[in-house]
């Protein structure tokens, strides 16, 4: 489990207790919209970079999507287009 701290068509930025590595390859589960109306995608992506978190044991993770299904990333743009509006 992780909190998302930044998302974009390319990637996102999450803080996790878990143990990544740059260069390793992961599966990402994003629910998008708000209650039941939201959409779940799961998008393939790499650790891009690891930062020590906030607090001792977390990491900041830096993950960049790659492979995505026009349909997943026509769901990202909506998404991020969305978050840039309000």
């Known amino acids: 489990m992780a909190e998302i701290l930044d ?14 590595r740059i260069g390793e390859f ?11 109306d939201g959409t779940q995608v799961d998008p393939d992506a790499f650790v891009a970079r690891v930062e020590p978190g906030r607090e001792p044991g977390q990491s900041i993770v830096g993950l ?19 978050r840039l509006e309000a």
């Open 26 to 36: 992961v599966r990402v589960r994003l629910a998008l919209g708000l209650g039941t």
């Open 7 to 20: 998302v974009s068509i390319a990637g996102l930025g999450v803080e996790t207790s878990g143990t990544l």
């Open 64 to 82: 960049s999507f790659y492979d995505l299904s026009p349909g997943t990333l026509a769901l990202l743009l909506d998404q991020v287009a969305n």
